[in-house]
Each structure stands twice: as structure tokens, then as C-alpha cells.
T-cell receptor, first 111, second 116 residues
Framework: GAGVSQSPRYKVAKRGQDVALRCDPI?????LFWYQQALGQGPEFLTY????????KSGLPSDRFFAERPEGSVSTLKIQRTQQEDSAVYLC?????????FGPGTRLTVL | AQTVTQSQPEMSVQEAETVTLSCTYD???????LFWYKQPPSRQMILVIR??????QNATENRFSVNFQKAAKSFSLKISDSQLGDTAMYFC?????????????FGKGMKLTVNP
């Protein structure tokens, strides 16, 4: 595709449910990033992949958050036992060098 | 750790006017990139302009230009001839330059409204 795509665009979960957010990066982009953007705030880094290797997961807020990119392309961010504080927009970005291209994000609302 | 500060939460400007958005950052790195991103209500983060720290010349991109003051750790964005489509959140961001992709560190953003 022409750009980074994310699905779903909106997700409503009940507290305690597990959710999975998908990111399709631009074809050929080696690097993939996940960011969390709380309402009224700037995005904050969660984790980074280079191909299938997760090189940095220092931004994941708890062990309920898990990300994978098994074949070095599509990535999934999974949140287990969602809490209200997980409500945010989750942005995915891919890059081949030093410019990151962002997807439209997934807005997660935890009730 | 790097930090990025945008002290103006919100600004408004009349169409065709010029507006300057401020950004300061803190880092001990010598090689880095600075970016301004635009995020309209659709949420798609769009790159507006970038600056490599080793370049003394300020970056320009059509109506957008920056004033990069490395010693002062200041990186402001000037939008000339503002257009209604410039209405959006604007984020200043920092990235270390270590020969490959690195995470972005964002400021809190500034809401710009361009009025007709």
C-alpha cells in the first residue's frame, strides 16, 4: 500500500478484556515503531522493531503490553487485561532510514 | 534522557498572517535530528520539516521554515501566509542520530487555529 495502515481504527473494550492492534508498515521498511498518545499529549514511545527483532521495548508501561513482528512486516500490539488508563490512541510508524511515516492510529477506549 | 518542551499550548492566527511556534529541547547528544509534525483532526501525523543538527543552515519547505539555535537548544517553526488547512496540532520532536532509525521524543504539542 501507499502508506502505513492500522486496524481497527476504533476499539472499545471492557476493562479486563484483551485487545490486539494491527499495523501494516510501508513495504520494505525495516524499522517499525509503536507510540501511545494520551488525550491532549504528544506521542510516547512504546517499542521498536528492526525487521523481526524487537530492539527496544523500554517504553512498554507494564507486562500487560506485548508486541510482535514475527515475519518482519506486519506488527501486532497486544494489551492484556485492559485498564482504563490504557485508553489512548496507539500510533504505528515505519521507516527505512531516519524519517518515520505514521499510520492513522487506533483509538482504544476502555470502559 | 532527552526532553522536548512546547510552552505554548494554543495559538490562533488570521489567514495569510505569519505565526511562529516555539520549541526547546534538552540533550547531551551532539548528532541529532529535529522535526516538526502536524496532526490534523484525522489523527494522521504528517512531517512538516526536519533539521539535522550538524547543518548550520535553517531548513525551509515552501511556507514553512525553522529557526534552529543549537547553542540555545531552540527550534522554532515559522508558518508564512497561513492557510485554513494549517489548522492542526503541531508537535516538535527530537531524534538521536546514530546511523539508523531511532525513537522520536515528542513535545506535548500546540494547537494552531487559522481563522478566516
Amino acid at each position: 500500500g501507499a502508506g502505513v495502515s492500522q486496524s481497527p481504527r476504533y476499539k472499545v473494550a471492557k476493562r479486563g478484556q484483551d485487545v490486539a492492534l494491527r499495523c501494516d508498515p510501508i513495504s520494505g521498511h525495516v524499522s517499525l515503531f509503536w507510540y501511545q498518545q494520551a488525550l491532549g499529549q504528544g506521542p510516547e514511545f512504546l517499542t521498536y522493531f528492526q525487521n523481526e527483532a524487537q530492539l527496544d521495548k523500554s517504553g512498554l508501561p507494564s507486562d500487560r503490553f506485548f508486541a510482535e513482528r514475527p515475519e518482519g512486516s506486519v506488527s501486532t500490539l497486544k494489551i492484556q487485561r485492559t485498564q482504563q488508563e490504557d485508553s489512548a490512541v496507539y500510533l504505528c510508524a515505519s521507516s527505512i532510514w531516519d524519517e518515520q511515516f505514521f499510520g492513522p492510529g487506533t483509538r482504544l477506549t476502555v470502559l | 534522557a532527552q526532553t522536548v518542551t512546547q510552552s505554548q499550548p494554543e495559538m490562533s492566527v488570521q489567514e495569510a498572517e505569519t505565526v511562529t511556534l516555539s520549541c526547546t529541547y534538552d540533550t547531551s547528544e551532539n548528532n541529532y535530528y529535529l522535526f516538526w509534525y502536524k496532526q490534523p483532526p484525522s489523527r494522521q501525523m504528517i512531517l512538516v520539516i526536519r533539521q539535522e543538527a550538524y547543518k548550520q543552515q535553517n531548513a525551509t519547505e515552501n511556507r514553512f521554515s525553522v529557526n534552529f539555535q543549537k547553542a540555545a537548544k531552540s527550534f522554532s517553526l515559522k508558518i508564512s501566509d497561513s492557510q485554513l488547512g494549517d489548522t492542526a496540532m503541531y508537535f516538535c520532536a527530537f531524534m538521536k542520530h546514530e546511523g539508523g532509525s531511532e525513537k522520536l521524543v515528542f513535545g506535548k504539542g500546540m494547537k494552531l487555529t487559522v481563522n478566516p
